[in-house]
T-cell receptor, first 109, second 114 residues
Framework: GESVGLHLPTLSVQEGDNSIINCAYS??????FIWYKQESGKGPQFIID?????DKRQGQRVTVLLNKTVKHLSLQIAATQPGDSAVYFC????????FGTGTRLQVFP | GAGVSQSPSNKVTEKGKDVELRCDPI?????LYWYRQRLGQGLEFLIY????????KSGLPSDRFSAERTGESVSTLTIQRTQQEDSAVYLC????????????FGDGTRLSIL
């Protein structure tokens, strides 16, 4: 069946370093992908999206990379800040959004 | 501008009672979604609405769960005869149209069944 999974359940980085959060998806027909950030007690917050006809998209301090050959998605956060600490979810979409279980990003000084 | 609003933010009830959760989507968004999130878990799709109709109810866990939407706006998720395993955060999201667009989430209703 369809599934989206994450390689690292917890990622710890030092403030100022770059963070890379990885995600594997299983449905090669998925054509739309989203990264969300969820802080404790809050709903998921949209970060960035990418369509299957692209392999890279940049936002403010964030970059999403899509490798359709190996069905891999990553989120890069530049100059990680304490406010980036949260759980990050990737989601793939074909007929509906399928979310992964999330990666917790911890930023330490 | 106003985002997705959910009420109540917290609900504690006894096993066997019925509960009703409310979602006010972003104005003009035709698509509305309900998810369940258990502690430390990802989001589990329950149902979505396109306008007032629900083309996909496949995620509803049992016939104790139902949802409706009126006026292409407010939606309610009803859980009848609640069980302890229903304890979770119930999240609502909306988007301008179905598919290919980011969903905007509310902060959820934290449901605790005693």
């Amino acid at each position: 069946g369809e599934s989206v999974g994450l390689h690292l359940p917890t990622l710890s980085v030092q403030e100022g370093d770059n963070s890379i959060i990885n995600c594997a998806y299983s449905n090669s027909a998925s054509d739309y992908f989203i990264w969300y950030k969820q802080e404790s007690g809050k709903g998921p917050q949209f970060i960035i999206d990418i369509r299957s006809n692209m392999d890279k998209r940049q936002g403010q301090r964030v970059t999403v990379l899509l490798n359709k050959t190996v069905k891999h998605l990553s989120l890069q956060i530049a100059a990680t800040q304490p406010g980036d600490s949260a759980v990050y979810f990737c989601a793939e979409s074909l007929d509906k959004l399928i979310f992964g279980t999330g990666t917790r990003l911890q930023v330490f000084p | 501008g106003a985002g997705v609003s959910q009420s109540p933010s917290n609900k504690v009830t006894e096993k066997g009672k019925d509960v009703e959760l409310r979602c006010d989507p972003i104005s003009g968004h035709t698509a509305l979604y309900w998810y369940r999130q258990r502690l430390g878990q990802g989001l589990e799709f329950l149902i979505y609405f396109q306008g007032n109709s629900a083309p996909d109810k496949s995620g509803l866990p049992s016939d104790r769960f139902s949802a409706e939407r009126t006026g292409e706006s407010v939606s309610t998720l009803t859980i009848q005869r609640t069980q302890q395993e229903d304890s979770a955060v119930y999240l609502c999201a909306s988007s301008p149209n179905w598919l290919g667009q980011p969903q905007h989430f509310g902060d959820g209703t934290r449901l605790s069944i005693l």
